[in-house]
């Protein structure tokens, strides 16, 4: 009975925490509407924010007012799951309100879209020529959160100390500061900052001040939505470009290291694994992909050059911008983007995919064991690898991990694929497709559009969903759901 209680109490904790985000969702929910100043003929679609704005804002009042229970414990994370899942479907729900009130898209379409902007995917169903700047201004806005996080948010604001099984839930690993708060503020601050930056930038480059806020924002979240159905490619201009380059990497740069790189610790900021992985796959890659898969679209050295390298980085950060169509790349291009898009950028970033610091630990643990063969049986040897501004160690069972995770990632990864084969898709129009949307990329061959198939635009949004929650969060949480509610149930 005693554990009973204790079950019910943990769980009054989890809804206090769920209707604090939910307040917060309502909250964002408003901040779209702060372009009407400048765009007063767009006064029509207030009520399409104010009305889902005021009803989960209440909802979330209520979840919190009426549950009083101390809040100075430490969750754990399959708990900090429980609350990252559920807000996530609230947050993505929510958001999907006002595309649907206004009739712009449809449920399924508007899910999609939600989803796509809250996991900084990139992916779209919206027709931006025709698109209000609210909407624009909304879907970037769902992009700022999703890239930094609810969690960090939440914790960085109106919590104390104690929530390390939110922060780990939501896939941040590296603590920057000594404490959960301090270190949630320090990545707001880094990624406002690099925000704000981003935009002067784009602003000095020749964008308009719109369109770079709504650029800095999706290439520094990873997210890939754009305010121009070109992408990038509209501007055809190098400066710009360079500039989303910069925030593209920064972007897909674990926060751990970005504050090591701040606090001018240059030695160990290129001693990070991720970093030197990640250098490695652009070097190698931008000139295999310029030669064997743009030389023929292109007369000139620099042009080719200077579009392969902007396609590699935009897939290896999970980004999803874009200069041109896919659609006349060869097959080695197009295979090579999945396998971009496979590996991913750095954990604890905004980044998709499996993650940099996944496939470096795979290297390093093949290197280390084809190296243990020639050392003394009984040698002593501790491997480790630099993460942020340390060393960490590296035991077995994270080795193991790492091997499940990608596992379970490239299994759900076919299955995705299998459903675009049963829909008539080929197949490597169908591995690019969904490589992009469980890597959370953003990348499109031309599948994705609001003509797509409703079970095509439903796979996508669950491959999406998975790949930024990283899978076991979702699946401990469901459990830990089902194992209690059974356990509650008995007498």
């Known amino acids: 009975m005693r554990y009973k209680n204790i079950i019910r109490e943990r769980y009054k904790l989890i809804i206090k925490y769920i209707g604090m985000l939910t307040m917060a969702i309502g909250g964002f929910l408003l901040l779209p509407l702060l372009v009407l100043p400048f765009y007063p003929e767009e ?53 999907a309100i006002p595309f649907m009130i206004t009739g712009e898209l449809n449920f399924t379409q508007a899910i999609f879209e939600a989803t796509s902007g809250w996991t900084t995917t990139g ?29 960090v948010v939440m914790l960085s604001s109106v919590l104390h100390p104690y929530g390390f099984g939110l922060y780990n839930a939501e896939g941040r ?34 964008m308009g001040v719109f369109d770079a806020i709504n650029h800095a924002i999706p290439a520094l979240s990873t997210g890939g939505f754009s305010t121009k159905a070109d992408s990038i490619g509209h501007w055809n201009s190098l400066p710009i470009e360079m500039v989303t380059w910069l925030l593209m990497i920064f972007g897909t740069i674990n926060f751990a290291t970005h504050f090591a790189l701040l606090k001018g610790k240059f030695k160990v900021f290129f001693k990070n694994g991720e970093i030197r992985l990640l250098l490695f796959i652009i070097a190698i890659f931008t000139p295999i992909v310029s030669y064997f898969s743009l030389s023929g679209l292109y007369t000139s050295l620099p042009a080719t050059v200077r579009r392969g390298f902007f396609e590699v980085v935009s897939a290896i950060s999970t980004t999803g911008f874009s200069l041109d169509t896919f659609s006349n790349w060869n097959q080695f291009g197009v295979l090579a983007m999945v396998l971009l898009m496979w590996i991913g950028g750095g954990t604890g970033s905004t980044a998709g995919g499996i ?32 993460r942020g501004e340390q060393k960490l160690y590296i035991k077995a069972e994270y080795i193991r991990e790492t091997a499940n995770y990608i596992f379970l990632y490239m ?5 995705g694929v299998l459903i675009y084969l049963a829909y008539g898709y080929g197949l490597t129009e169908s591995m690019f497709e969904f490589a992009s949307s469980v890597g959370t990329v953003g990348l499109s061959i031309g599948i994705t559009s609001p003509d797509a198939p409703v079970g095509i635009l439903w ?14 969060v979702i699946f401990f949480a469901i459990a830990k759901i089902v194992k209690d509610a059974k356990y509650l149930a008995t007498e």
């Open 43 to 95: 006064v029509i679609y207030i009520e399409a924010f104010l009305t889902p704005a005021a009803i989960f804002f209440w909802i979330g009042f209520l979840l919190w007012k009426l549950t009083s229970v101390k809040d100075d414990v430490t969750l754990s994370l399959k708990e900090g799951g429980i609350i990252v899942l559920i807000s996530w479907i609230v947050a993505i729900i929510a958001s």
């Open 123 to 151: 992916l779209s169903v919206v027709d931006v020529t025709k698109a209000s700047h609210v909407f624009l201004m909304w879907r970037s806005i769902m992009q700022f959160f999703g890239g930094v996080g609810l969690i």
């Open 173 to 206: 690993s590296d603590q920057l500061l000594p404490h959960v708060k301090k270190s949630t503020k320090a990545i707001m601050y880094i990624y406002l900052g690099y925000i704000i930056g981003g935009t002067i930038l784009y602003v000095i480059a020749g």
């Open 355 to 386: 993650k940099l610091y996944r496939i470096y630990l795979m290297i390093k643990s093949v290197w280390w064991e084809l190296k243990g063969y020639f050392l003394p049986p009984n040698s002593v040897v501790e491997n480790y690898i630099w």
């Open 411 to 415: 299994a759900t990864y076919f299955i």
């Open 459 to 472: 796979t996508q949004t669950v491959g999406m969903f998975l790949g930024r929650l990283e899978f076991l």
